[in-house]
């Protein structure tokens, strides 16, 4: 039996996106199969701790407030908001593998402690998804809209 985590901002049915769907699928497969599976993120507007049963049984959630300005936060903060969270979490559940869907280095962090030598256990999974929005306007010196 390992250990998963999946850090992202989308758990259906709290959010439908394409991240979001497929880590319910990829999470409840991996529970079928008797691993231990945990949703790191923020957490969503009309969160129950019910609803997430219903549709995910007895996984674990570690969810924190979102931002004030979810659509406004900056990457740097979310990105320290994930690092710090991740931080009190590992002594929790110490996952085998991390799987996160990176929109704007919110991952960046945790990465770095992992590669400094923080977490010899663990395995990170991480796709690089919208962040070219992000770079663009950081690269072209424009302001977030």
Do not use: C
């Not at 999470?27 to 969160?47: T, Y």
């Not at 701790?49 to 407030?65: K, Q, T």
């Not at 962090?109 to 950081?138: C, E, K, Q, W």
Request: net charge negative; glycine share 10%; no cysteine.
């Amino acid at each position: 039996m390992k250990r998963i985590l999946f850090i992202t901002r989308e758990i259906v049915p709290f959010y439908y996106g394409g991240i979001g769907t497929l880590f319910k699928a990829v999470a409840k497969a991996l529970m079928r199969r008797g691993h231990d599976v945990a949703f790191l993120g923020e957490r969503p507007p009309g969160f129950t701790e019910e609803l997430l049963r219903l549709h995910y049984g007895s996984i674990h959630s570690f969810l924190y407030p979102a931002a004030s300005e979810p659509d406004g936060a900056a990457p740097l903060d979310r990105a320290s908001d994930v690092w710090r969270h991740f931080r009190e979490v590992h002594s929790l559940f110490i996952p085998d593998v991390v799987v996160n869907a990176d929109f704007g280095g919110e991952s960046l962090l945790v990465l770095l402690d992992a590669h400094a030598g923080h977490y010899p256990r663990t395995s990170f999974i991480v796709t690089i998804n919208g962040m070219h929005g992000d770079i663009d306007r950081i690269h072209e010196g424009a302001e977030q809209a």
